[in-house]
């Protein structure tokens, strides 16, 4: 049977899909827990990565290597960076890059790009699952960097250089590791905040609940594996 490895960086990302699963076990390997088992008809590996590119570059390569995933999706949350879609809207991730690094140089080593496509099918079934979900998405650019962005300098810069619908911390990591091991990858991202000083204000300083938002990333992914064979 295809196992599908299904990430999120913080454990509000996780939680909801772990609750879903049955026959369930457990274990830890590189200070991260990898949740063996089924959803739906499919069986997954579900895990919490931790946040930034370093730790999930690590995870995607454990959960390709060890748990054998076939096929990658990463869900999470983001700051909307376009006017094309609003607060608790989805960025599926057609193509995904960084937007704090020398590109030229990570180009140099496989897959010999910085620029990550999304898998197609993955897309598409995300893109019919939002549409089932009724939740309003796009399938557009996501830009991923070692910074949370909650100030309008920065999302002005970002925007500048890269031009995303959203941005977040994750999905480039995984999306390269991903494509240099050959396995299909799609990054999710429920839109929680505008990356700017409000932003920053409601989930750093006040520590907002973020439930809301991965309740959406959540239901897309249940959504999706049904529509996937």
């Known amino acids: 049977?295809?196992?599908?490895?299904?990430?999120?960086?913080?454990?509000?990302?996780?939680?909801?899909?772990?609750?879903?699963?049955?026959?369930?076990?457990?274990?830890?390997?590189?200070?991260?827990?990898?949740?063996?088992?089924?959803?739906?008809?499919?069986?997954?590996?579900?895990?919490?990565?931790?946040?930034?590119?370093?730790?999930?570059?690590?995870?995607?390569?454990?959960?390709?290597?060890?748990?054998?995933?076939?096929?990658?999706?990463?869900?999470?949350?983001?700051?909307n960076m376009t006017s094309k879609i609003g607060i608790g809207d989805v960025v599926v991730g057609q193509t995904v890059v960084y937007h704090d690094a020398q590109d030229d140089m990570i180009a140099q080593s496989a897959p010999f790009t910085a620029t990550y496509l999304g898998d197609e099918a993955l897309v598409n079934a995300a893109m019919a699952a939002c549409q089932t979900a009724g939740v309003t998405a796009i399938a557009g650019k996501i830009a991923t960097g070692d910074q949370f962005v909650g100030d309008s300098a920065t999302k002005n810069a970002i925007a500048e250089k890269v031009a995303p619908d959203c941005v977040e911390m994750e999905g480039a990591a995984v999306a390269q590791i991903a494509a240099k091991n050959q396995i299909p990858c799609v990054i999710l991202r429920a839109m929680s905040d505008n990356a700017d000083e409000d932003g920053h204000e409601v989930l750093v300083v006040k520590k907002f609940s973020i439930s809301e938002y991965v309740a959406t990333a959540t239901n897309i992914v249940v959504q999706m594996l049904e529509h996937l064979n």
Request: with cysteine; proline share 1%.
């Open 1 to 79: 049977m295809e196992i599908f490895g299904i990430m999120g960086a913080m454990p509000d990302e996780v939680d909801q899909l772990c609750a879903r699963l049955q026959n369930v076990r457990v274990e830890t390997y590189g200070g991260v827990a990898y949740h063996l088992g089924t959803l739906g008809n499919k069986q997954v590996v579900v895990c919490c990565a931790g946040m930034g590119k370093a730790n999930a570059a690590a995870t995607t390569q454990v959960l390709i290597t060890k748990y054998g995933a076939q096929r990658i999706i990463f869900s999470g949350i983001a700051g």
